[in-house]
């Protein structure tokens, strides 16, 4: 029984793909932008098949003319509108990123945490000054602790509504803002864990808190290796 590859690009309308012999491709995808995600036998075929997702659609071209195989002129044309649309391998690329891309991303993430501390701050000492001195302890950890989660559930939010709107730019600093919603909130629930309770109590919620929103987030956006 042979195996064989799929290679297909990975949107939300369309999904359209091709076999070629499984070893010609591995050898062919050495010096291009492509990798391997996963495999599954089909039942009804008797085959193995599996997944591979390259960048764009001169990639998965080609893996084709190195494999030597045979694929419809339309096939190749509708991949190539993926890729210009940037529909190709959304879930398979998850997260892998440039140089710039990653600098950028952090960069975001640093200045927005910043911002949001420096805003409650802002808000806690200056704004609303009258309001926090009737209660300290309480009022002034309402407002920081308020302003921090409103702006990752914002973030958040926002981010998962325009995740597919963009181009590759515009996608970075979608996962920035993401990845800024999703640290910041984790953050906030550590802290006011800590802030609450004894710390060896605070230190196994703030640990099952932390899998859990590791959890959520891998299988929601993650879905690939």
Same mark, same amino acid.
């Given at each position: 029984m042979s195996r064989f590859l799929t290679v297909h690009p990975v949107g939300k309308e369309l999904t359209w793909g091709f076999t070629i012999p499984i070893r010609e491709a591995f050898d062919a995808s050495a010096s291009i932008d492509a990798y391997w995600v996963g495999?599954? $036998?089909s039942r009804e075929e008797g *085959?193995? $098949?599996?997944?591979?997702?390259a960048k764009d659609a001169e990639s998965i071209r080609r893996i084709i003319a190195n494999a030597a195989s045979e694929v419809p002129t339309e096939g190749i044309y509708r991949m190539e509108l993926m890729a210009r649309s940037g529909g190709a391998g959304e879930e398979g690329q998850g997260f892998q990123? =440039?140089? #710039?891309e990653s600098i950028l991303l952090v960069g975001i993430i640093v200045c927005m945490l910043w911002l949001t501390w420096g805003l409650g701050h802002l808000l806690a000492d200056k704004w609303l000054w009258f309001w926090v001195e009737l209660n300290k302890f309480v009022y002034r950890r309402v407002v920081? $602790?308020? %302003?921090?989660l409103a702006m990752a559930a914002c973030s958040i939010f926002i981010t998962t509504r325009l995740s597919s709107r963009f181009g590759t730019f515009g996608e =970075? %600093?979608?996962?920035a803002f993401l990845w800024y919603g999703y640290v910041l909130l984790i953050a906030t629930f550590c802290i006011f864990v800590f802030d609450i309770l004894p710390e060896v109590f605070a230190g196994i919620i703030i640990v099952g808190l932390f899998i859990a929103?590791? #959890?959520f987030f891998q299988k929601k #956006?993650? *879905?690939k290796k």
């Amino acid at each position: 029984m042979s195996r064989f590859l799929t290679v297909h690009p990975v949107g939300k309308e369309l999904t359209w793909g091709f076999t070629i012999p499984i070893r010609e491709a591995f050898d062919a995808s050495a010096s291009i932008d492509a990798y391997w995600v996963g495999s599954w $036998y089909s039942r009804e075929e008797g *085959r193995w $098949y599996c997944e591979w997702n390259a960048k764009d659609a001169e990639s998965i071209r080609r893996i084709i003319a190195n494999a030597a195989s045979e694929v419809p002129t339309e096939g190749i044309y509708r991949m190539e509108l993926m890729a210009r649309s940037g529909g190709a391998g959304e879930e398979g690329q998850g997260f892998q990123l =440039t140089g #710039f891309e990653s600098i950028l991303l952090v960069g975001i993430i640093v200045c927005m945490l910043w911002l949001t501390w420096g805003l409650g701050h802002l808000l806690a000492d200056k704004w609303l000054w009258f309001w926090v001195e009737l209660n300290k302890f309480v009022y002034r950890r309402v407002v920081l $602790y308020g %302003v921090a989660l409103a702006m990752a559930a914002c973030s958040i939010f926002i981010t998962t509504r325009l995740s597919s709107r963009f181009g590759t730019f515009g996608e =970075t %600093v979608n996962k920035a803002f993401l990845w800024y919603g999703y640290v910041l909130l984790i953050a906030t629930f550590c802290i006011f864990v800590f802030d609450i309770l004894p710390e060896v109590f605070a230190g196994i919620i703030i640990v099952g808190l932390f899998i859990a929103a590791m #959890f959520f987030f891998q299988k929601k #956006f993650l *879905r690939k290796k």
